[in-house]
């Protein structure tokens, strides 16, 4: 294996609009309609968080987008993802109001940085990551 081990990340949601909006208040980004490639999963919506497309695969982080698929239900599923943050702090302060919940404000991790766990709207809990010095 080369590079990073997480490519690709999809955070399933009941409420396409709700998540939406969650997601681009708490991390104050906008995120791009995706077309459904195939109508192989019924009715399909499609969300993409900003990503450099470019070396995306091949450098730090991992590209990703919100879901709704029918037969592919959110919340707590056993895998968390981390979303990039210049200060976690700024986008937990944000998650309450946006109809989210903290389950673990901004801690350190030592010389990894720090990072927020919180629950989005949809029932899925996200972890918020903050990097004080270049990978």
Known sequence: MRG???VWFEIYVQNMERAKTFYENVLAVKLE???ARTSKFGSMEMWAFPSDKETS??????CGMLVKMNGCSSGGGGTL???GSDDCAVESSRVAKNGGSIVK?????????FIALVCDTEGNTIGLHQC???L
């Open 4 to 6: 990073n081990s997480i």
């Open 33 to 35: 309609k995706m077309p």
């Open 57 to 62: 695969l091949t450098s730090y982080g991992a």
């Open 81 to 83: 993802v981390y979303l």
């Open 105 to 113: 404000e901004k801690f350190s991790i030592g010389e990894h940085g």
């Open 132 to 134: 004080d010095r270049m």
